[in-house]
């Protein structure tokens, strides 16, 4: 799909990027991540092409995401749907740029609990990063509620001894800050490079849901993922019971 | 399955028992509950009998299973292989007879955290039966690290708010005593009544692993709840990640 959509953006295919767009949102997506991929050339263009091309035919939130604050700048520039900036790290040089950003554009942000000084290695530098992004938004005047804190999930089959420490790093966000902040995980990571990627992936999602996660970066065309989330939901009481909960929740 | 269970129990039909536990254990049961039925006329004859002829086939530990003490005062009786007693309640009734016999024969022991005056509404009143019940087993002198504390699993159609409540009961199980007592619960009761029953069972199991839960009775046969908890340990860091950490663990 990756190398498709590649594809398509370098030769202006606006309808297949439109098509996966509105596939995404017809499995229940709450908002669409913009990414340019790897091989763009020339992102700057990208960015607000793709912006404006995907609000054609939505206005879901959409999530700008690069690493580059120039590229995420240029989205915003081309944007009048709802935003998600993805994101900011613990680095001075790039909250400086993106959390006046997300304030000038109202938008919400990704921080992920990650610096120039590598992954993070436990929960308590999970915790020390994510404090760091938490006060700086103070300083700008950003609203912590519309800052998503992300532990940085880690593939089970490298560092299996981390992932309670991403777990448990999820529960105490909340209590970083009054209001708090909320959290996120990119989903797919916890099983790269393994060989059943799936039940990986929808195990992980339950036990973080239980661990009072808020959002998640995730493929919304996996079926079972999204019945094992809904189902989270429901032992949460995040929605009310009906027998036919899995099908009034895809109405939704 | 129960009917037949049943029926072979009451016509003393030793095979058919016999090949219901050898399924259970080559599903990956590591016990077997063994229960007489609501039909049984004469569970002090049955339950010896049961007793008897499944351990002609295995010598897993069993669970004797009964709500009256001398049904499993007479299948402790019988018993050579490893036990475990299911269960007492927090009635000193049920614990006064059922905790010395635990210390007599040796055996592990559920703790339901129920009383006669009705099931627990928070996790409040499963944490005050749960240390009722640890009180009761140390001054018997019953080791606390083989104590299952059960927290009353509810279905979730009917008690959706408590969820959360029996989750975190779980967790603090462990600290109400040093040794800690270990947790155990019932699993089907949470989806009783509901149209996807294996979805809820798998979902609410791998939230508990991630509480800390220690045991479940559960269908060792739903090879889909099977994945899913072994998916959790993994990720729990349990046990150690290989490519084929499914067929590894079922291997063992």
């Known amino acids: 799909m990756y190398a498709e959509i590649g594809k398509a953006i370098k030769e202006r295919n606006k309808s297949a990027i439109q098509k996966c767009a509105l596939e995404q949102i017809k499995a229940g997506a709450d908002a669409l991540d913009i990414n340019c991929g790897p091989a763009s050339k020339k992102p700057i263009e990208d960015m607000p092409w793709l912006v404006e091309i995907v609000q054609e035919v939505t206005d879901k939130p959409l999530a ?16 009048k749907n709802k935003l998600i900036i993805n994101s900011t790290t613990a680095d001075p040089e ?26 993070p290695q436990n929960k308590d530098q999970r915790l020390e ?3 760091t992004i938490v006060a700086a938004c103070s300083e700008h005047g950003f609203p912590i509620e519309n800052l998503y804190l992300d532990p940085i999930v880690l593939p089970v089959n490298v560092a299996q001894a981390q992932m309670k420490d991403i777990l448990d790093s999820i529960n105490e966000f909340k209590i970083i ?28 999602l339950v036990m973080a849901a239980a661990s009072g ?17 809904i189902s989270a939901e429901l032992i949460l009481n995040k929605q009310i019971y009906c027998d036919s909960y899995l099908e009034a929740y895809r109405k939704k």
Not at 213 to 229: G, R, S, Y
């Open 64 to 79: 700008l995401d690069s690493s580059k604050p120039q590229v995420i700048e240029a989205g915003l520039k081309a944007a």
């Open 94 to 119: 790039k909250i400086d740029i993106l959390v006046p950003l997300a304030k000038q554009y109202n938008t919400k942000l990704i921080g992920l609990t990650i610096s120039a000084k590598g992954i």
């Open 129 to 131: 990063l994510a404090a």
């Open 177 to 204: 800050s009054e209001p708090s902040p909320k959290s996120i995980v990119g989903l797919s990571n916890v099983s790269q490079g393994t060989s059943v990627r799936s039940l990986i992936n929808r195990t992980f």
């Open 213 to 229: 996660l808020d959002a998640a970066i995730l493929d919304p065309l996996d079926k079972e993922l999204v019945d094992a989330l």
